[in-house]
């Protein structure tokens, strides 16, 4: 199969949604003639032209605003938020709005709308551009939140998302922009709400969101040489999340671990641990569920410190190596 | 005004004489309807909260029916005689006030959410300024769909000053878009003042700011509201973007149901209460005592019915909570 990056599988993916259904457009800053920040929209404005292709001036409350009107009204817009950061400036129009516009309305309305995020630190843009904010968006009733960890995901998840007749909080991350991989040329989707498992092993479940899938994966390897063999499931939607395959690999494993990059405090591990907890999988467990997350901090500008403040792949094998081993 | 037979009268130069007395009627009845739901809250028949439009009802009764059908409403928290002069059927608000099932969203919404999109009524608002990024993406929607519709954005003096206002209205004249923004200055941002919250003599005067066409009119004054309504619709239609519209008013009643007005004298609403809207528009009709008296009596008895609609509507079950949030 044809080898693409992860950003150029978004790329293809919004081009193909904007060909097929001409209530599709694309709102953000410097989408057009720029391309976007890190150039996802790159070429889209010569195929398009500027009616579909809407450079905003910089105001994220007004490109939200715009995906909650416009998509109530008949149209399935694509909003862009730069830097996912950047949504605090946008959440009354996410959160008070479009998210509770249907059920406020009785059920009588519809918001198809996706707002895409450039989340995630590893390139020194320090506290305020480098967040992950995506379990903010979990905690709200109305939103659908997907966070693709692949080329082949981020291509068949945001069709899905443009499809979907709900507001769906799309976090991408700027590291996997570059990252290649197998993507078909045709259009397809991956159902939102349905998680992967991407690597099969007997000792230790990782449910890992985002750049923390190829992290674990990378973990996975180095431990298998030791005879770890770590299962690896990507739920790639965190709402509605998919439960069934978490907790029946619980029940095999015995054993979990929750990675992310957002800190630990009031992140999305709390939730899946929980909900490990609150399953048939607790009477399996061998060992408590832990949580491997970013540190209670904004991220560093330093290198050495933003490396550190959230988890790599040394700190997966460490992490992975001790719950089997029951020391922790 | 035009000479000629009462029916084909134009009162004020400006609204059909039939219209007129169903304008009339509408304002009396959207009194009455608050007037009764703020009873109704004092005998502890309805919980929560709302926020009664009394003493502004000319807004209402001007701005909605100067529009088209097909054209869309983003409304505010104070919004029932908007929803009325929308074409709200009275029982089924009656019944989304008192949280029924039958209602307009299905008793999810309440007073401060009532909405029906199926006649393009988008919504009342329960944030200071929330529908005003909102009628970008309609405008936007209407833009791109080519149809020739507008959509009447409804806020109040408080709403200008969120950051909301400033991103809005700046995006709709930038790209052309058919909003009529209409600002109900009626004094107070809950207890904060006009004089204490802005620098300026109109809020109107902001929208040289953003290049587009601004304009205050007396918002006790149908005909005045309904001629800057109209004439901001046809500009709209005609590609030439953009509106504000400030019309000036009073609320007579406190900001909501917590309010005890410590802010104002008594002096200052017996001042405003001798400009009441709806006996001004009853005379500007020629309607006499015993003409309004009757008008009265009906929207009396026609709240009563929707009273009665209301109670007897179901409760929604239990089991449909979670009804609603996703399509």
């Known amino acids: 199969m044809r080898e693409i990056s992860y950003m150029e599988a978004l790329r293809e993916g919004l081009r193909q949604s904007m060909e097929k259904d001409d209530r599709v457009f694309l709102i953000g800053e410097d989408i057009g003639i720029y391309g976007g920040a890190f150039g996802v929209s790159a070429g889209l404005l010569d195929q398009f032209g500027p009616e579909r292709i809407i450079d905003t001036p910089i105001s994220e409350a007004g490109i939200a605003g715009a995906c909650v009107g416009a998509s109530v009204t008949g149209m399935r817009p694509v909003g862009e938020m730069q830097f996912s950061d950047f949504v605090v400036l946008a959440m009354e129009q996410i959160v008070m709005q479009g998210a509770k516009m249907r059920f406020m309305f009785g059920g009588k309305a519809e918001l198809p709308f996706v707002i895409r995020l450039a989340g995630g630190s590893g390139t020194g843009a320090a506290a305020q551009h480098s967040e992950s904010l995506e379990n903010w968006f979990v905690h709200v009733p109305g939103l659908k939140v997907v966070m693709p960890s692949s080329p082949y995901d981020a291509k068949g998840l945001l069709l899905s998302a443009i499809e979907e007749n709900n507001p769906v909080m799309f976090f991408e991350h700027k590291l996997l922009y570059k990252m290649k991989g197998d993507v078909p040329e045709e259009m397809y989707t991956i159902p939102i709400g349905k998680s992967k498992i991407v690597r099969e092993g007997k000792d230790l479940t990782v449910i890992a969101t985002s750049i923390m899938v190829p992290r674990s994966l990378e973990a996975a390897k180095i431990l298998s040489k030791e005879g770890i063999e770590l299962e690896v499931i990507d739920p790639r939607t965190l709402k509605p999340l998919d439960e069934e395959p978490i907790i029946k690999s619980v029940i095999k494993t015995g054993k979990a671990l929750v990675v992310h990059e957002a800190v630990k405090t009031g992140g999305f591990g709390g939730e899946i641990s929980a909900m490990i907890m609150e399953s048939e999988a607790f009477d399996f467990l061998d060992a408590p569920v832990r949580r491997l997350a970013g540190l209670d901090v904004p991220i560093p500008y330093n290198r050495n410190l933003e490396y550190h403040a959230v988890p790599q792949v040394e700190n997966i094998v460490e992490e992975a190596r001790k719950i089997v081993q029951n020391i922790y | ?327």
């Open chain 2, 1 to 327: 005004m035009a000479e000629g037979k009462k029916e084909q009268q134009l009162i004020g130069g400006e609204i059909e004489r039939s219209k007129a007395e169903d304008l009339l009627y509408k304002m009396v009845l959207t009194r009455t309807f608050e007037e009764n739901a703020l009873e109704m809250f004092a005998l502890g028949k309805v919980h929560g909260t709302m926020h009664v439009s009394i003493g502004q009802e000319a807004i209402a009764a001007g701005a909605g029916p100067a529009l088209k059908e097909g054209d869309y409403l983003l409304n505010t928290h104070r919004g029932h005689g908007h929803f009325l002069m929308w074409g709200g059927d009275l029982n089924l608000m009656m019944s989304e006030f008192l949280g029924k099932e039958n209602g307009y969203c299905r008793g999810r919404g309440g007073s401060m959410h009532i909405a029906d999109v199926e006649s393009n009524n988008l919504g009342a608002q329960g944030i200071v300024a929330g529908n005003l990024p909102i009628s970008v993406g309609v405008g936007l929607s209407i833009k791109i769909r080519k149809t020739k519709q507008v959509v009447l954005t409804l806020f109040g003096d408080g709403a200008a000053n969120e950051g909301a206002f400033h991103e809005s209205l700046n995006m709709a004249s930038i790209w052309n878009l058919p909003v009529i923004y209409l600002c109900e200055n009626n004094q107070y941002a809950m207890s904060m003042a006009f004089e204490r919250a802005f620098r300026i003599e109109q809020i109107s005067d902001r929208a040289s700011a953003y290049g587009i066409k601004g304009l205050t009119v007396d918002g006790n004054d149908v005909i005045a509201v309904h001629q800057a309504v109209r004439e901001a619709a046809d500009r709209a239609r005609e590609g030439q973007g953009s509106t504000l519209i400030e019309a000036i008013t009073y609320r007579y009643q406190g900001h909501s149901k917590s309010d005890r007005q410590l802010y104002r004298t008594r002096d200052e609403v017996k001042k405003w209460m001798k400009k009441d809207p709806i006996p001004r528009f009853a005379k500007l009709l020629d309607i006499d005592e015993e003409g309004f008296n009757k008008i009265e009596e009906k929207a009396k008895v026609d709240i009563k019915n929707a009273v009665d609609f209301a109670e007897n509507s179901p409760e929604p079950e239990l089991s449909t909570i979670m009804e609603g949030i996703y399509a």
